[in-house]
Structure formats: C-alpha cells, structure tokens
C-alpha cells in the first residue's frame, strides 16, 4: 500500500439523514478524510439536506447502495431498522458506521456481525463515549490492574425527559418503534461503559418500571451484576428522574475510582486488602488511602468527531476500531437481558437465550399493538 492512499476520501453515503441527529454527523464527517456521495431516507422531506450537499438523494438504501456503491454506510434511522440496513451494505461491499442501539435484540446484532465477517468489511458502532478522556484513562488503569481485584461497580445516570420529548416523535418509548424505553434510547452509553471497562457480567437480576411517563416501555431501570472474576455490581437510569449527576464507581482491592463527566478520581490503597486484612493489627479500619494524580490523555474529546476519525484510520491504515459490532453488541445484551429479568422476575445468565428474548420482544410489540 503506498502511503499516498492515506490521503484518499472514504466515499461515504448516509442512511436516515432525516434524522435528528444527523447535523452531529454531518459537522464531523469533514470533506478532507469522507466525501458525501448520497442519502437515502423514507421522508421525501430529507431530498433538502442531501441537494445541500449536491448528492444525490433515494427515498430507499437499496437504491442508494445500486446507484452510488459508496466505501461506507452512515446509520442514523430508528433502530429496528439498523440490522437490515446494516447487513444489506455490507452485502452491498460497503463497511458500516451504525448509530447506538447497533439494534434491538441481540440476535439481529448477531446476524450483523456475521454479516460482516463474511463479508470481509467492518461494522462500526457510535459508542463515542468510550473516547471521552476520562473513559481512556480508567480504561487504562483497569487493564494495568491498577485496582487489583476488582469487587464493586456502580453506576447512576438520570436523563430528565420531558412528556413533550416522546410527544415530538411518536416512535420513542414504544415497543414496535424502539425496542424499548430508557434502556435502548438513553442508557446504550451508560451499558456500553460497564461492558466496556469490566466486560459482560455472568448474570443480572433487574426491575424495569414505567413512573412518570406515558408511554409503552420503561422509564427507570434498576439493575444487579455478577461478573465471572466475582465481582458484583449495580446500575440506575431513568428518564423520569432529575437532579442526580452521572456517575460510576468502581472499587477493588487496591484502590477505588470514580468517574464523572469530564472528571476522574483515582485513590490508591497504601496496602493491597488482599495483603492489609490478614496481617494488620487494626480492627475496624481499612488502610489509609491516598488521591493519584491521573493524566487525561489528549486528543480525545468523547465525541462523533473521534468516531468518525477512528472509522477512516480502520478503512484506510488497518487501525483497531475503537467500538466494533462484537464489543458494541455487549450492551445490547445486557439491556435484554435486564428487560427478560424483570418480566420473568428472575436472575438471567449470559450468553442471553436468543430464542427466549425473541419470543418476548415479539409478544410486548403485539400486546402493544392490539391497545392502541
């Protein structure tokens, strides 16, 4: 490979570029590293964004896919779309950037990753919070056992949203249109993040309850881990909440981290517990515990910027994804098997039955559509 192709565009075509998001995705798809060739959207409406840009515009991705034969597909439609959109790019030759939930059941992001390996392209997902600084440096830390072993992770993220929000686009908050409430539309990131940093638990036992909002699917979430390393841990999101600020704690043997937007605390234990509690001569204390100065590393600022100039380093120089389809799908499986647990009213084990989850994704989408 000659090193004058690093300068090539990615020919690049958007898929749902009605979306609200899509100004985020447009901003950072820089000319310079992705030359727009087309859009696709079903809302004839959207023809304005892409005649913006000079491209031409499908009201169908088949189309788009025959017509333009683009480098990489951008997914920004309503996520129980993403799978077949996703897996006919990638048939089609093309890699595949999809906007988070990657989809709303884990087999269809199974059928997706498989897509893509046989296809030989790779399918990125929009987790760009594991870009933020303060996620790189805990990441590091917790690889580099910095904690020791680790024992307790807990999570809380409260997104107020208004009755107003899910009034504004009637797919939100049903099971037919999201999949799901604050677990699929809210929280990927914050699932993402646990997944991420400790990897897939071993098993969950979780309450999915709708409060405040009228709508189909959950609004707050309470949720119990169990990791392989013996680990336990828990997590709190909702939508109907206010006033609490997003945070994750996660404490092991050696020392204690908590981590908040733009920010990260690192204590360090003088003594690994594993060592301090057979030997010390204390009874009621722990040993004393000292803040580490950590350096955020620079150039990462946990935005679609990131993403997007991550996805052109893979395509065009081979680099790691920074959030690829197996790594992404563990947060989908965790907010399934959340939901499976809370109406069987009992612990689920990973892997999640795909079957089991299927049978009750499909059971919730006709209940919902024989009420209204």
Not at 87 to 108: C, F, S
Not at 133 to 160: D, F, S, T
Not at 237 to 262: D, H, K, M, N, Y
Request: hydrophobic share 40%; with cysteine.
């Amino acid at each position: 490979m000659h090193s004058h192709t690093f300068s090539q565009p990615i020919r690049t075509a958007f898929v749902g570029n009605g979306a609200s998001i899509y100004p985020l995705h447009e901003r950072v798809a820089t000319p310079e590293r992705f030359t727009l060739v087309g859009m696709a959207d079903i809302d004839p409406g959207a023809k304005a964004r892409a005649d913006a840009h000079g491209v031409p515009f499908f009201t169908d991705h088949r189309s788009l896919l025959a017509a333009v034969a683009p480098e990489l597909v951008v997914i920004m439609t309503p996520h129980p779309s993403h799978p077949s959109i996703a897996i006919d790019a990638l048939e089609a030759g093309a890699h595949v950037l999809v906007e988070k939930p990657m989809a709303i059941q884990v087999a269809d992001a199974d059928a997706m990753i498989e897509a893509a390996r046989r296809a030989k392209r790779l399918l990125a997902v929009n987790f760009q919070h594991r870009s933020r600084p303060e996620i790189r440096a805990a990441y590091e830390l917790l690889q580099n056992g910095a904690l020791g072993k680790l024992q307790h992770l807990n999570m809380i993220a409260v997104w107020p949203r208004s009755h107003k929000y899910f009034r504004m686009s009637t797919w939100r908050g049903t099971w037919n249109g999201e999949g799901g409430g604050v677990l699929l539309n809210q929280a990927p990131h914050n699932l993402d993040l646990i997944c991420y940093l400790l990897g897939l638990p071993k098993r969950t036992v979780a309450w999915t309850r709708t409060t405040l909002h009228p709508i189909e699917t959950e609004d707050t979430v309470q949720a119990m881990f169990e990791w392989p390393n013996g680990a336990i841990g828990s997590l709190h999101v909702s939508t109907a909440e206010s006033g609490q600020p997003e945070r994750i704690e996660i404490l092991g043997t050696a020392g204690r981290l908590e981590i908040t937007q733009g920010g990260l605390r690192f204590e360090r234990f003088e003594q690994d517990l594993r060592d301090f509690f057979p030997t010390t001569e204390e009874i009621y204390n722990g040993p004393g515990q000292q803040a580490v100065e950590v350096t955020l590393p620079s150039g990462w600022t946990g935005s679609h910027n990131d993403i997007y100039a991550n996805v052109y380093a893979a395509i065009r120089e081979g680099a790691a994804l920074l959030a690829d389809g197996e790594s992404a799908r563990m947060s989908l499986e965790l907010a399934n098997a959340i939901t499976l647990s809370s109406r069987k009213e009992q612990a689920v084990e990973f892997p999640v039955d795909r079957g089991e989850y299927a049978a009750l994704l499909a059971h919730l989408q006709a209940d919902a559509l024989t009420h209204h």
